[in-house]
């Protein structure tokens, strides 16, 4: 069971919502619009968050980029727009997955327990490399004993990398294994992501290798 924040200032859909994630065995919050979304969360922590991109007040872009600073717990999407650079802006900014408006409550639940699931699977040991400590545990990654703040996509590419050095994995395989067989995305997603992790890691990001037209790879030893 899960505590799951969900951020709808549809009231008919909220209740939707809700009633489909209890089903689940979950538990729900509410939330009317983006600025009572991150009250909660600053008093709260969450393990998955539901969030519509139209709302008042305060955008689902805007409350999924400070949700981050915040958390790192998978986040959804909700969304009218089915257009490809809209959806790459909610992954900049930290979503983990997209529902596109109308959509069956069923698969939302799906997606939820999926991501859910990968979270739950990634805790195990210690892994480290270099100057990186990953502690799947407490979902956290440190640089030379700095904690640095990953989003949920981030950790999970760095964790999958960490756990399999010198494996070669092609962007279709990434896309697989992190967003899903589901994804409606590109490739360009694993691109982005890739690159916004490396700007983190700093100069240990020379353990991510790109090879061209093959995907990438963690190098442990370098």
Not at 61 to 83: D, G, H, Q, W, Y
Not at 117 to 122: G, I, L, N, V, Y
Not at 144 to 158: F, N, R, S, V, W
Not at 189 to 199: P, W
């Amino acid at each position: 069971m899960a505590n799951i924040l969900i951020v709808e200032d549809e009231k008919a859909m909220q209740d939707i919502l809700a009633e489909y994630m209890r089903r689940g065995g979950h538990t729900c919050v509410t939330a009317d619009d983006g600025v009572d979304a991150l009250v909660l969360l600053k008093g709260s922590p969450m393990d998955l968050m539901i969030l519509d991109v139209m709302m008042p007040h305060l955008d689902g872009f805007s409350v999924c980029r400070m949700a981050r600073e915040m958390s790192n717990m998978p986040i959804i999407m909700l969304t009218a727009k089915s257009a490809e650079e809209d959806k790459l802006k909610g992954y900049d900014y930290g979503a983990d997955d997209y529902v596109t408006k109308p959509f069956s409550p069923r698969v939302l639940l799906a997606k939820a327990n999926a991501l859910l699931r990968r979270t739950a699977a990634a805790d195990a040991g210690a892994v480290s490399a270099g100057k990186i400590l990953l502690q799947p545990n407490f979902r956290k990654v440190f640089i030379d004993g700095q904690e640095i703040a990953l989003t949920h996509k981030e950790y999970e590419l760095l964790a999958l990398l960490m756990a399999n050095p010198g494996r070669i994995f092609s962007r279709e395989q990434l896309l697989n294994r992190i967003w899903g067989y589901d994804f409606e995305g590109t490739s360009r997603t694993v691109d982005t992501h890739i690159k916004t992790l490396r700007q983190k890691l700093g100069g240990e990001s020379r353990h991510i290798v790109t090879l061209i037209r093959s995907g990438y790879k963690f190098e442990a030893a370098i």
